[in-house]
């Protein structure tokens, strides 16, 4: 009779709820964040593409990061990874103490970038890691179980960025800010940036503690037998597997898709509550996030449900279907122009819950040793959220476009991703050396 594998094996348990607990602190960080662009144009009185600079930092920190973290790794071991980046972590969110301190935009920017060079480390080190602890076969749906934590560290973001930041801000947006004088203006700043300030700090703590647990929990190191740091051959031999190279590709719409789906609903929700139910500009921020909120609430359910369908279903034919649904409710959040448009942007975070671990484990599968490096890749591919965010913002910044509200407009660039990301998952299953 045939012994039925687990998807985590007994001896890698622990280790195993150490490093998904990462997935959760990450996800807190990307998701306290996003809602930031937002906060940061009216504290500074930017537009929506000032704001953004946020997420390219943010972002960019991934990508400058991937490739050495990869290198690194491959010198030391997987822990050795957790550890830097729990650090790097760490120190970018005390930052925003000195940041505080100053009072300028640029010394946050810095902070995040700090924060996300560790949170490339953890990426480049957990994901990977986590596809080690068991047999290959389960690879997939292991990484999808880890990845389904992640969404709990989101929603504590989204939570916080609503509750202890959003509702307490002073709720004057643009227009009315810029008719306070100087020393009005800059206590009203300096009062909004030390509330913005202290989650940072206090999940500078958290991480600090979860730096010592895993410094002294005794971790698998079987997969860290070589450390030679052949870059090259390891990308030669990469690049000779499609399903990889083109999983980076998709990796990278991916991820602009979500950053866009999740930092955008503010605006397109604050002109829908403003417009149509005559709220203040932070009234309206706050009812959109709490709209986020839902929409992180129906990824993490969706996260589950996928996971237990891909014991049926391959990871390429549910993550073309998965994709469909997202286009179709792209077109949606486009078309209309009232609520129903909002409820149909929540609906893409349902679509989008089993895209990015999926993508990856598809890419890396079988890869052995290579994958250290061909994680790094996948990493790098977030930078996905630097650019695409940035063209989407310039044209919600058009304020109307083809008679249209610009921002339900700028909805076609995460369609646009979809459409890829559909034809990935398309191939994966549909061509026989992409089989999954």
């Not at 047999?135 to 969404?151: G, I």
Request: aromatic share 14%; proline share 4%; with cysteine.
């Amino acid at each position: 009779m045939k012994t039925k594998q687990r998807v985590v094996p007994t001896e890698y348990i622990i280790p195993f709820v150490l490093i998904t607990s990462c997935f959760a602190l990450w996800g807190f960080a990307n998701d306290i964040t996003n809602p930031m662009v937002e906060a940061f144009s009216r504290i500074f009185n930017m537009g929506v593409g000032g704001g953004t600079w946020v997420q390219v930092v943010f972002y960019g920190g991934y990508g400058a990061m991937a490739f050495p973290a990869a290198f690194f790794i491959r010198k030391y071991s997987y822990k050795a990874g957790i550890l830097m980046g729990l650090g790097l972590y760490a120190t970018g969110a005390l930052l925003f103490i000195p940041a505080n301190a100053i009072g300028m935009y640029y010394p946050f920017l810095v902070a995040y970038f700090v924060m996300t060079c560790g949170l490339s480390f953890l990426e480049t080190s957990a994901n990977p890691y986590i596809l080690f602890m068991g047999p290959d076969s389960t690879a997939t749906r292991r990484l999808n179980l880890a990845q389904a934590f992640n969404p709990m560290g989101s929603l504590t973001g989204m939570f916080v960025a609503k509750t202890l930041i959003q509702a307490r801000l002073d709720p004057r947006g643009a227009d009315e800010r810029v008719l306070l004088s100087p020393e009005q203006f800059d206590a009203l700043k300096t009062h909004d940036l030390d509330i913005l300030s202290s989650p940072y700090v206090a999940i500078g703590g958290v991480i600090i503690a979860v730096f010592l647990v895993i410094l002294f929990a005794k971790m698998p190191r079987n997969e860290e037998s070589s450390h030679d740091l052949n870059l090259i051959g390891a990308l030669k031999n990469l690049m000779k597997v499609p399903r990889y190279y083109e999983g980076v590709v998709a990796q990278l719409f991916y991820v602009g898709a979500q950053i866009m789906c999740w930092t955008f609903i503010v605006q397109y929700g604050q002109r829908i509550f403003m417009e149509q139910f005559g709220m203040s500009a932070g009234e309206a921020a706050q009812k959109a996030q709490m709209h986020n909120i839902f929409a992180m609430g129906s990824f993490l359910v969706a996260r589950f449900v996928c996971t237990f369908l891909l014991k049926y279903i391959r990871p390429g034919r549910l993550l073309m279907i998965l994709s469909v649904g997202a286009i179709g409710l792209s077109a949606g959040t486009i078309l209309f122009q009232d609520i129903w448009g909002l409820y149909c942007l929540v609906g893409i975070s349902a679509c989008m819950s089993l895209m990015f671990p999926t993508i990856y484990g598809i890419a890396l599968r079988g890869m052995g040793e290579d994958a250290k490096f061909g994680a790094a890749g996948l990493i790098m591919s977030i930078v996905g959220g630097t650019f695409l965010p940035k063209i989407q913002a310039y044209v919600i910044d058009q304020e109307t476009l083809f008679n249209l509200p610009a921002v339900n407009i700028s909805f076609v660039i995460p369609l646009i991703c979809f459409v890829i990301i559909g034809i990935y998952g398309y191939r994966t299953f549909t061509i026989h050396y992409y089989a999954d």
